[in-house]
């Protein structure tokens, strides 16, 4: 042990030592101060109720209570469709939705039974207004009224209906849950598209082409923009009456294609997020492989031409394989930088967007915490979060292993 | 070598000195100020009045910072926390019920004397009285009410009210939108709704609307609750009608630049409050009307109350943050900020000698509203911020088509979780 001692802090190895923590010390002063101490706090006042206005915070009975909320998820069995199905929503229960088409048809006819040209128009009407849709109302404080009462702390996530019967998936806290969908959704199909494309520009770029760095450097200018000026700046573009890119679409398919709504329909806003955001951070991916590219010998490409190579067979046999750890690099990353997708949404759709479709797990804590001011809460939320991406990036740390382990 | 360590060692010293002769100069007392980035005017007459003070003061020196506003009461709550909050604070009227119940601020029953209270409009001092004390006084009130191009409701054929007594009705305000549908050019719209804003405006705006309906954003007898009230069958009526003005495109939730889509005469109807006057008033001269605030079935609603000053409970130098409240309160400082940005004059000289708020005037409309019981104070709870981000949230689903008693469900479940973390 003293032996250890002296080798370690004396003579040249001690030298070293002091020298290599000197070089890091404010590396790792700064990983203590703004990454471990935040994370230890976060831990601690996650059992908290703490909140921004000076009220006093006090530990959680049980401590977990936070936990709970966050992660208490359920299934169960609606009630059955009444024989007639209300219009005005009940205290709880089902009623159907009031369609604009509905209210419009009502508001424009004040239909006349007796009248026998009227009751055509009441029954088209009754015909319009029955395409609304059917929604349960949840209401926690009326649960008891239709024997759901041990739900009371629940909400709807999601409705599913098959063979005439009504489930739901119910969960304490369904935004959470549905910004943890959301955040899988960015990356399942950012991860991959955005690689894809900066390996593709990135060889691109990498050609002997005339004005070659003209190229590199626009495709990189998104990346060193402020994410928030861009988010701006696509908020106008995406516009759905006036934006450049709907104009650009109608004028591409001669006005046979409207356009989108892009931000403000539930199917639409998230996509568009993903447009923009593999727009702005494409040329990051680009550099890295670029730099990748570049450490490529160029003798292997010319003993394959010799063997009869094609570029095809090129690409497949030696860029990929001499880009693998490169890929690796990038694919980390950007799956971390997916999870952490906040900026742009919190620009775009301050609100999480039509029906929460762009709501993230990190934007719905900030919302917690400081919208909300509900900051234990939010560092439960955290909590969570660090936890998730720990298990995706351990996952893919262990896919990458065993696909070398073969090799 | 040697020239250059005793540059870096001038330089260090320098650097070091700095902070120190600053504070140390003609030594005044400093008290910072935390103002939110309104709109130019009112931020330059601002500055002009902080200039003017720091220039009479002997004693104190005001140092402002400016914060802006789209999160400003976050920003707030946040120094409050860290206990960094400036001596005087300036604050949208609602939050006056937060800070007071979180203790953030001190009261000044003790500095304002009477003869300063007087001349006080009443909406303002009501605004800041939280448990029969004081605690917040404003330069100015709101007005919240139409504004509207002359030329295209002649053109159309629109009836304009005359005052509150002849307002429209929801009929009249409907055909009113429909007979103005067939005026308004191509790429315009019928009336502007500010969608273009976040934060408050959605509870201060929109709030009246859903009250001239019948319903409300909280249960104004317990204060405890927003059940039945924000979703209810008449805050849904409410949502239905509002939805129809966005489905039908008489307005839009997604404008570019309503502000010019107004003076540039693509829309009749402006829905927004006092601060576009002088913007409005230059670009359309005698062709600018104001429209009382229609009454949609249970009476006319609009909202009162802006920004006002307080002191927080961690100032140092309280003398000071008053010196410089009492000169703001003074008529001719009142008078230089209500000129600026068009607002309702909180001193009562200056809105007697105010032309524009005189009968007949552009904005008499406000004074009648605020004086004729039209005006309601926003709910008195220090639950306002979950009001704001329901209200917020809500407005937006309804605009987008999404399903009204849903929305509406949802903004009550917000503004209820909001309440009920009071009481822990």
Not at chain 2, 29 to 39: A, P
Not at chain 2, 237 to 257: I, K, N
Not at chain 2, 286 to 315: E, F, H, K, R, Y
Not at chain 2, 351 to 365: K, P, V, W
């Amino acid at each position: 042990m003293h032996a250890l001692f002296e080798r370690t802090f004396r003579g040249r190895q001690g030298r070293e030592f002091w020298t290599a923590m000197l070089m890091g010390g404010p590396a790792f002063l700064m990983l203590v101060l703004f990454m471990i101490w935040p994370f230890i706090r976060g831990i601690d006042l996650s059992t908290t109720n703490q909140r921004f206005d000076g009220s006093v915070a006090t530990r959680l009975d049980p401590w977990y209570r936070n936990f709970d909320q966050v992660l208490s998820v359920n299934a169960i069995k609606l009630p059955d469709l009444p024989d007639v199905v209300p219009y005005r929503a009940p205290a709880a229960g089902w009623y159907r939705e009031r369609t604009p088409a509905c209210n419009q048809c009502q508001s424009n006819f004040s239909c006349d039974i007796t009248d026998p040209d009227d009751a055509v128009c009441a029954e088209n009407c009754a015909q319009i207004c029955e395409r609304g849709g059917l929604i349960f109302r949840w209401r926690g404080r009326n649960l008891d009224e239709i024997g759901l009462g041990e739900y009371s702390e629940y909400e709807i996530a999601r409705q599913v209906s098959f063979g005439g019967n009504h489930y739901a998936i119910i969960a304490k806290d369904p935004l959470f849950w549905k910004g943890l969908l959301n955040n899988f959704y960015f990356a399942l199909v950012v991860v991959p598209v955005q690689t894809g494309l900066a390996l593709l520009l990135a060889i691109v770029v990498n050609q002997k082409l005339p004005y070659r760095n003209v190229f590199r450097t626009m495709y990189f200018s998104p990346v060193v923009t402020a994410m928030v000026i861009i988010a701006v700046v696509w908020k106008f573009l995406y516009n759905p009456d006036f934006g450049l890119i709907n104009e650009m679409i109608q004028f591409v398919t001669f006005g046979q294609v409207e356009g989108f709504r892009w931000l403000q329909s539930p199917d639409m806003a998230m996509p568009a997020i993903m447009i923009m955001s593999i727009w702005q951070g494409v040329g990051f991916q680009m550099i890295i492989f670029l730099a990748g590219l570049q450490d490529i010998p160029e003798d292997l490409y010319e003993a394959s031409a010799i063997d009869g190579a094609n570029i095809w067979q090129q690409f497949r046999f030696i860029t990929l394989p001499m880009l693998r750890n490169t890929m690796i690099f990038v694919v980390l990353t950007t799956t971390i930088l997916a999870f952490r997708l906040f900026d742009q949404v919190n620009v775009m759709t301050p609100d999480g967007g039509p029906n929460e479709s762009t709501a993230t797990m990190v934007w719905y804590a900030i919302r917690r915490g400081w919208t909300q001011s509900e900051v234990g809460y939010a560092s439960a939320i955290s909590v969570v979060f660090v936890v998730i991406v720990l298990i995706v990036s351990l996952i893919q740390r262990t896919v990458v292993k065993s696909e070398s382990a073969i090799e | 070598m040697k020239s250059v360590k005793l540059f870096v060692f001038v330089v260090l010293v320098l650097a070091l000195a700095m902070p120190m002769t600053a504070l140390a100069q003609d030594g005044k007392q400093q008290v910072t100020l935390w103002f939110h980035s309104g709109q130019g005017s009112e931020r330059d007459a601002l500055g002009e009045l902080i200039d003017q003070f720091n220039a009479e003061s002997a004693e104190y020196e005001i140092v402002p910072v400016e914060v802006p506003e789209g999160s400003y009461a976050e920003q707030v709550k946040a120094a409050a926390l860290a206990g960094d909050l400036p001596c005087v604070l300036d604050f949208d009227g609602p939050f006056v019920y937060d800070y007071v119940f979180s203790g953030d601020l001190i009261p000044l029953d003790d500095y304002a004397s009477e003869e300063l209270l007087a001349d006080v409009l009443p909406s303002i001092i009501d605004q800041g009285t939280v448990d029969g004390q004081l605690w917040s006084l404003g330069q100015f009130d709101s007005g919240l009410a139409l504004w509207g191009n002359k030329a295209m409701l002649e053109e159309a054929g629109v009836r304009i009210p005359e005052g509150i007594d002849d307002t429209w009705t929801l009929d009249e305000f409907n055909s009113a939108i429909e007979a103005l549908a067939g005026v308004v050019p191509e790429g315009g719209y019928v009336l502007d709704v500010q969608f273009q804003l976040t934060g408050e405006w959605f509870s201060y705006a929109f709030g009246p609307w859903v009250q001239s309906f019948g319903g409300d954003v909280i249960d104004r007898e317990t204060m405890e609750t927003a059940e039945g009230v924000l979703n209810g069958p008449e805050a849904v009526a409410f949502g239905e009608w509002f939805q129809s003005l966005f489905e039908q495109g008489y307005t839009t939730a997604t404008p570019v630049d309503p502000i010019a889509d107004f003076t540039e005469g693509r829309v009749a109807l402006s829905y927004v409050g006092h601060w576009m006057y002088n913007t409005y008033k230059d670009a359309l001269g005698d062709d600018l009307v104001l429209i009382p605030q229609p009454d949609l079935g249970a009476g006319a609603v609009t909202g009162m109350g802006s920004w006002n000053w307080g002191i927080t409970s961690g100032c140092e130098v309280p003398d000071g943050a008053w010196a410089f409240i009492e000169f703001m309160m003074q008529p001719a400082s009142i008078k230089l900020m209500t000129d600026a940005n068009g607002a309702v004059p909180a001193s009562l000289t200056v809105l007697e000698q105010d032309e524009r708020y005189a009968e007949g005037g552009d904005m008499y409309i406000y004074s009648q509203q605020l004086s004729g019981g039209v005006a309601l104070p926003r709910p008195a709870t220090a639950a306002y911020a979950g009001i704001q981000t329901g209200m917020e949230d809500a407005m937006n689903a309804i605009a987008r088509g999404e399903d009204v008693q849903a929305s509406l469900d949802a903004a009550v479940d917000t503004i209820d979780s909001a309440i009920e973390n009071l009481a822990q």
